[in-house]
């Protein structure tokens, strides 16, 4: 039986543990495999999303923070 950990990847992220949850989301900690500068990984709960009618919200907070 093989006792390698397989780590979760998201693209160039390689996903470690939980740092925090909010009402909406789950942030992980995450090392850019490229760089290996660490991050911070927010996963959204999409039902969660959906059910309060955040979408616009959360687009907009994306826009916000995304480098063009
Ligand atoms: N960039 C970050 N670096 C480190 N930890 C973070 C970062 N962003 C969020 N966290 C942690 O994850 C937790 C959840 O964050 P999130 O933004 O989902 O929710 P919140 O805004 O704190 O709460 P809510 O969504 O319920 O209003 C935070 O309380 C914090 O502990």
Redesign the pocket.
């Known amino acids: 039986m093989s006792t390698t950990k397989v780590k979760r990847r998201v693209g160039k992220y390689e996903l470690g543990r939980t740092?925090?949850?909010?009402?909406?989301?789950?942030?992980k900690f995450a090392r850019d495999t490229e760089t290996g500068d660490p991050v911070?990984i927010?996963i959204l709960d999409k039902e969660k999303v959906l059910k309060h009618k955040m979408v616009e919200q959360v687009t907009v907070k994306h826009q916000l923070t995304t480098k063009f």
Not at 19 to 27: D, N, R, W
């Open positions: 740092i925090g949850e909010g009402t909406f989301a789950k942030v911070a927010k």
